[in-house]
């Protein structure tokens, strides 16, 4: 799991900054009362908490395949992505609306409003440099694609859900200041906990961005067409093979793919050239795909595959 280095510095860096930031949201929030303030506290205490689950799903999904995870346990990071976004809806989002219900119907104005201001703005400086880290690997991994084609097409949840939590966090930071403040100047204390409101708006369409992709992922993902090509282009490139007709696989881990190739053999082969062919397969892929950790060999004529293929298609269509 080496290549989970830049992914673990990300979470680390979130984990320690929330961490900080949480407990000086809450400490300021009982001095001034500050609905606003107390739902920043309660986000960032979930983003700890959502950091520290993150790392434990990837340490979770690095042990090796056992009896009774034949395949490897990868997909135990998408399980633990997809709890993250409940948690982000549930306790950061639910929270949030419920003070700013509560601070409406009995509105208490913000004290010591000055104290607000300074840890909002030390918390956008903390929160700021945590989100530059993520935004950097981020950018490292999505390359040349677009934004939102990257995280729809990233196989690693672990530095898209930081980069949007962080993102929603900055976005939290500019609407608990505007609610504090215009809470302040217009002496309208019920403006406090709409701001609070505001906070569970943004964790909310968050959560569910989150979630969708997460589902996506526990459901199962292909490999990316490159992969794929690649893959056919190796099978082909055998004395043995007459056509490699196409290829199932979906991604256990962010590094982890299991593939099922359907292959035309030459008719002449005897059943240990097969086997012999399949080896050589094995090992050109663990040597030049090592992300290919599980592979599946069918025998099969070219318009049977095309048949399957076809239903398969059809299938989608009507989804």
Same mark, same amino acid.
């Given at each position: 799991?080496?290549?989970?280095?830049?992914?673990?510095?990300?979470?680390?860096?979130?984990? *320690?900054?929330?961490?900080?930031?949480?407990?000086?949201? #809450?400490?300021?929030?009982?001095?001034?009362?500050?609905? @606003?303030?107390? &739902?920043?506290?309660?986000?960032?205490?979930?983003?700890?908490?959502?950091?520290?689950?993150?790392?434990?799903?990837?340490?979770?999904?690095?042990?090796?395949?056992?009896?009774?995870?034949?395949?490897?346990?990868?997909?135990?990071?998408?399980?633990?992505?997809?709890?993250?976004?409940?948690?982000?809806? *549930?306790?950061?989002?639910?929270? &949030?609306?419920?003070?700013?219900?509560?601070?409406?119907?009995?509105?208490?104005?913000?004290? $010591?409003?000055?104290? $607000?201001?300074?840890?909002?703005?030390?918390?956008?400086?903390?929160?700021?440099?945590?989100?530059?880290?993520?935004?950097?690997?981020?950018?490292?991994?999505?390359? $040349?694609?677009?934004?939102?084609?990257?995280?729809?097409?990233? +196989?690693?949840?672990?530095?898209?859900?930081?980069?949007?939590?962080?993102?929603?966090?900055?976005?939290?930071?500019?609407?608990?200041?505007?609610?504090?403040?215009?809470? /302040?100047?217009?002496?309208?204390? /019920?403006?406090?906990?709409?701001?609070?409101?505001?906070?569970?708006?943004?964790?909310? @369409?968050?959560?569910?961005?989150?979630?969708?992709?997460?589902?996506?992922?526990?459901?199962?993902?292909? @490999?990316?067409? +490159?992969?794929?090509?690649?893959?056919?282009?190796?099978?082909?490139?055998?004395?043995?093979?007459?056509?490699? $007709?196409?290829?199932?696989?979906?991604?256990?881990?962010?590094?982890?793919?299991?593939?099922?190739?359907?292959?035309? #053999?030459?008719?002449?082969?005897?059943?240990? /050239?097969?086997?012999?062919?399949?080896?050589?397969? /094995?090992?050109?892929?663990?040597?030049?795909?090592?992300?290919?950790?599980?592979?599946?060999?069918?025998?099969?004529?070219?318009?049977?595959?095309?048949?399957?293929?076809?239903?398969?298609?059809?299938?989608?269509?009507?989804?």
């Amino acid at each position: 799991m080496a290549g989970h280095s830049g992914s673990r510095r990300v979470i680390y860096a979130a984990l *320690a900054g929330n961490l900080a930031i949480a407990l000086t949201k #809450f400490a300021a929030a009982l001095v001034t009362g500050s609905s @606003a303030m107390l &739902s920043e506290g309660v986000h960032s205490l979930v983003d700890t908490g959502n950091g520290a689950l993150l790392l434990h799903g990837m340490r979770r999904a690095a042990r090796p395949p056992d009896r009774a995870h034949p395949l490897g346990h990868g997909r135990e990071l998408y399980f633990w992505s997809f709890i993250v976004a409940l948690l982000v809806f *549930a306790l950061g989002a639910g929270v &949030s609306f419920y003070e700013g219900v509560i601070h409406i119907m009995a509105p208490e104005p913000v004290v $010591n409003a000055r104290v $607000n201001y300074i840890v909002l703005g030390l918390s956008f400086l903390f929160e700021g440099s945590s989100w530059l880290v993520a935004l950097k690997e981020f950018r490292r991994q999505k390359g $040349n694609q677009g934004w939102f084609e990257a995280v729809r097409r990233s +196989k690693d949840p672990s530095v898209y859900t930081v980069l949007f939590e962080d993102s929603a966090a900055l976005l939290g930071l500019i609407v608990a200041f505007a609610g504090i403040l215009a809470s /302040e100047l217009l002496e309208i204390p /019920e403006l406090d906990g709409a701001g609070s409101i505001g906070i569970a708006a943004i964790l909310g @369409a968050t959560a569910i961005f989150l979630a969708r992709e997460s589902k996506g992922l526990l459901l199962g993902e292909p @490999a990316s067409l +490159k992969v794929q090509r690649k893959v056919l282009a190796i099978a082909e490139d055998d004395p043995a093979v007459q056509r490699a $007709n196409g290829i199932l696989s979906v991604h256990i881990g962010p590094e982890e793919i299991v593939a099922g190739l359907s292959i035309e #053999f030459e008719d002449h082969l005897t059943a240990p /050239e097969i086997e012999a062919c399949v080896e050589r397969l /094995e090992a050109r892929l663990k040597k030049d795909m090592p992300e290919i950790t599980r592979l599946f060999v069918k025998p099969q004529a070219t318009g049977t595959w095309e048949r399957r293929r076809k239903v398969i298609a059809e299938a989608s269509e009507e989804d």
